[in-house]
């Protein structure tokens, strides 16, 4: 049979991985409501938690792309979780006080050793499933998963019930995609009136935290950074707030960046009346910043065009207020430096004012970058006569001094 490129495809160890991140997310704000804990991912097992520095708890992630997936005694999946369990109790790494969980997307059949190690106390049968193991071990031919059954027979009978009375089957998980449905049952508490973006906002953090752990290491996310970030998530959508990005809090434009933006309004104008070029990068950040933060609140139904519209008057009529103040104390005929001098009183003003769109956002930048947006479409401006000098140098229309 002719290969075909498909045969290279990753897309389940991919949608494993990701799976993988899911639940540990799912799984660490579970356990926040019960202990301390740091958790971890591809440590000891696929997620770990710690107390201490002692592991609590490994859990094994296994997903299929086959629904009609099942865990039976001698699935590759089990053994091979049951192999890594083994050699880490026999070096020390997991203690054998530890809980071992194997949570999957496949079911468990009744009278299956799976479904003896499962969660429901009841149908909870350790001896059952370790005589089914034994047997399956014991009859099997499958040359992949011999290490696994030499490993387990190896053991006596007593320390066979040992291993497996700290083992957990979670069968018939929601796949990778369906998983956010636990993901809004755990944050119910998040948002009642933003769950969606709540979510959004919790994964985006999450992912960024997980590969950062990944490559730069540092002992696990603690249990305390997860109730911060979910409280702080909480907080920004009450109806008086807003989440801010990471992202775009960090974003940060460099000074070899300066000629992209040199024929943009708001550019110009603070040149009008300065040219420190550090002035001019601070106006291009915060622009670029208020203006992303303001798109992704919009997409994402936090504020609307109404919104919008009424923040940008009252930051309109403020510098109004602002620049005629100005214009009195320069008098009748002001001469250029006075008037550039003016300028400059105005753009500190705008760099420094504070009027938030919401009472619970801080951030200086939305504001700042609200007005060097009204700048950029000649609404507003730092020059006592900056219409005139702009329509001189961009041949713009005259904005009428309107909002």
Known sequence: MQESVESFGAAGSLVGYLYQVRMALVWAIRQSRVGDFSVSLETLDDVSFSKAGEPIAVLQTKHSLNEAANLTDLSPELWKTLRIWMVGLASGQVPASA???????????????????????????VPEAAKRLKHAAISSQNAELKDAFASFLALDEMAREQLLARIYVVPAQPDADAIQAQLESELYHVSLHHQEQAIKLVEGWWFGRVVHELVHGGGGIARAEIDSQLSDIQESLKPDSLPISEEIDALMVALEQLPEFADRPFYKQVELVTNSKQRILNAITSYLRAFRQRSEWTRDDLLFDADLEKYDRRLFEEWQLQREQVRDELGGAPGEDAMQTAGRAILKWAEDVTFPIRTGVTVPWVCRGSLHMLADELRVGWHPDFEARLRAILGAPDSGGAA
Request: with cysteine.
């Open 99 to 125: 809980y071992r969980i194997l949570i999957s997307t496949a079911a468990a059949s009744k009278g299956t050793a799976c479904s003896a190690l499962g969660v429901e106390g009841a149908a909870r049968d």
